[in-house]
């Protein structure tokens, strides 16, 4: 096992009507004045976000509101946030709705404890030195931003999205009521399990061994495999919704890290760099592009470790047989099935794009950063992989 750092801080409080204490939370966590981030209107029409005000008043903490966060959430939105937020005297970040929100909410904490652009952080141009204390209400289980120590923002004057990983970021207190979730679409909850299984497998399919967090893994994505197609065909079943948004959250808070390693780095993470490109430049869903890559991605990189892929076709996907090599493509093969019952496309086209030469070409040099990094652990991955995987996943 691997040296490893493991930082869970976030509070959770989880259950039917727990969006209610936020007004106290805050409170107590200093907040005196909070700027209430949210999205495109689905916390409006459900009437969360009056429930969510009435918590704020009720609890003595004034507020401001700003909306219209979109998927694959822009820089432009933190711009307007960060300045709202100066202009009003904001200290704490109340986000309600799903990763985009709380993404925002985290990289407007970073812009305000930073004098610059906030973009420069993004570029990794420096490290964020502070940040201003965020909670959050999920509507959504996916991206566990929740826990994570993530902020992921796209720019739309250059089609990039980058992420800022640090532990400065980590919400302070996370309201996780899956009644919240009964009204996200089949779509966004097949999107979204897909991504909390790629939380877990990024991880998984890495160098190393750490038996506990290896069986962590394995247990997290089969409960996501069993209770995803139970939320999509009964989209008020409280028991999957309630397993899909905690293994949310326990797939990206490190948990299903510990002790992995391979190339100086936790975890793989080439699917989740593949897929930023594709939605920085074309604006798909994070999951869909997740699911749509990986197909190409695993059989690219199997023949490197036969064995991992085998543990995780026997173990996860049920696949029987003694020769690791056709386990592991049954294994893919499975996982693959399991993807289209949901929903989800298994390749570019099924995802709704068709790349010319040109559109490989520059996916590949903004995946590399212009050809000064390489990514991915089981395998790892320069400019040239990483068009080939692209190609290959059309
Ligand atoms: O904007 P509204 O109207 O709220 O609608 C949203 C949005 O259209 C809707 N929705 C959310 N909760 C709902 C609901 N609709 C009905 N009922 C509800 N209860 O769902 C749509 C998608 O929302 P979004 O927040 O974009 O989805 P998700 O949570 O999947 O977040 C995706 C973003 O997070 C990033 C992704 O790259 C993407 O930008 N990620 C963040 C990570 C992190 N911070 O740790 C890790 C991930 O790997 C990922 O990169
Ligand atoms: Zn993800």
Same mark, same amino acid.
């Given at each position: 096992m691997e040296n490893f750092h493991y930082c869970a801080p976030t509070r959770v409080e989880f259950g039917r009507g727990v969006e209610t204490l936020a007004g106290e939370l805050i409170r107590g966590f200093g907040g005196t004045k909070a700027l209430l981030h949210y999205g495109g209107g689905s916390v409006v029409r459900s009437g969360l976000l009056d429930r969510m005000i009435a918590s704020l008043e009720a609890a003595g903490v004034a507020h401001v509101e700003l909306g219209g966060v979109v998927p694959n959430p822009r820089v432009s939105k933190v711009r307007e946030g960060i300045e709202l937020c100066r202009r009003e005297g904001v200290d704490f970040l109340l986000a309600v709705g799903g990763g985009s929100v709380i993404d925002s909410a985290k990289a407007i904490g970073y812009g305000l404890a930073y004098d610059g652009d906030v973009w420069d952080l993004y570029e990794h141009k420096c490290a964020p030195k502070g940040s201003t204390p965020t909670g959050c209400v999920l509507t959504l289980a996916a991206t566990g931003s929740e826990m994570s120590d993530s902020s992921v923002i796209s720019n739309e004057e250059n089609g990039k999205k980058r992420g800022v990983n640090n532990d400065l970021c980590r919400c302070r207190f996370a309201?996780?009521?899956?009644?919240? @979730?009964? @009204?996200?679409?089949a779509y966004q909850t097949a999107a979204g399990s897909a991504d909390i299984i790629s939380h877990t497998m990024e991880r998984y399919f890495s160098h190393g061994t750490s038996e506990p967090t290896d069986s962590l893994a394995e247990a997290l994505i089969r409960t996501v495999l069993e209770m995803a197609p139970r939320a999509i065909k009964n989209p008020e079943d409280y028991d999957a919704r309630a397993a899909l948004m905690w293994a949310g959250?326990?797939?990206?808070?490190g948990l299903t890290g510990c002790g992995r390693g391979g190339h100086g780095r936790v975890g793989d993470w080439a699917c989740h760099q593949l897929?930023?490109?594709?939605?920085g430049m074309f604006d798909v869903t994070h999951g869909a592009g997740l699911a749509a890559i990986w197909g190409a991605w695993s059989r690219y990189v199997m023949p490197s470790d036969p064995a991992r892929f085998a543990r995780f076709a026997r173990n996860v996907m049920g696949v029987d047989g003694a020769d690791d090599t056709a386990a592991a493509f049954a294994g893919i093969e499975a996982y693959e099935r399991f993807l289209r019952e949901i929903g989800m496309p298994t390749n570019l086209r099924e995802?709704?794009? @068709?790349?010319?030469?040109?559109?490989?070409? $520059?996916? $590949?040099y903004n995946c590399s950063f212009q050809g000064t990094r390489d990514i991915g652990s089981i395998r790892v991955l320069e400019q040239a992989d990483m068009r080939e995987i692209y190609r290959l996943a059309q």
């Open positions: 309201l996780l009521n899956p009644e919240l @979730t009964y @009204t996200v679409p959250s326990l797939s990206h808070n897929e930023h490109e594709l939605s995802l709704g794009l @068709t790349l010319d030469e040109k559109q490989l070409d $520059a996916l $590949a």
